[in-house]
């Protein structure tokens, strides 16, 4: 829509691309704009299923060198180390058993000792078992220790471009924690 006083005119010239276009949008009718952009959409879905990976296991036509196995990313013990941040385990009972259980996240700036003890690979699922030693970060408020054995579950998640694991479910197997005493307070006079 053309300008038509000397104002709009002027303020037309002003106006970057991307502004007309929005004006040119806005006098589409409804029905145009939500067939376009379903149509769009609808484009956009069935262009998508091209980039997602088979789901077939094979069938047995195959040569062994490219084998579906091979097709998945391998959980290595770095993915483990750095995946285990921000998962969580309930139910961790305290040593001695005198205090309430806690439910316990790992965070990346704990210090932990991780052990893989058992690894069982179903295609595109994964239990491992994983020995911890962790302890809280040295500014938490309460400074616990934990120790033991947790089960975490994994699955091969498809994102629109990655395949990545990620944990799904974790049990708690052997983890029991224990309250570590305050460091004294420091005198800042001295």
């Known amino acids: 829509m053309q300008a038509t006083n000397a104002k709009d005119m002027r303020i037309d010239e ?38 997602a990976p088979s789901s077939s296991q094979g069938d047995g036509k195959q040569s062994g060198s490219a084998s579906a196995s091979n097709d998945l990313p391998e959980l290595t013990e770095e993915m483990i180390h750095e995946r285990i941040n921000d998962a969580g385990v309930r139910e961790v009972p305290e040593e001695n058993g005198a205090a309430e259980p806690i439910s316990w996240s790992f965070d990346e700036e704990e210090p932990k000792e991780i052990t893989v003890v058992e690894k069982q690979m179903e295609g595109e699922r994964a239990t491992i078992v994983l020995d911890i030693k962790t302890s809280s970060a040295s500014n938490a408020r309460n400074q616990r220790y934990l120790a033991g054995q947790i089960r975490t579950m994994w699955e091969l998640k498809t994102g629109w471009a990655l395949r990545k694991w990620e944990i799904v479910r974790t049990e708690n197997i052997s983890m029991k924690y224990r309250n570590l ?10």
Do not use: D, E
């Open 14 to 51: 002003f106006l970057p691309l991307t502004m007309r276009s929005i004006r040119h949008v806005r006098n589409v009718p409804r029905a145009t704009f939500l067939l376009s952009s379903f149509l769009g959409l609808a484009l956009l879905l069935a262009c998508s299923f091209g980039c």
């Open 181 to 190: 005493p305050k460091p004294p307070a420091q005198n800042s006079n001295r």
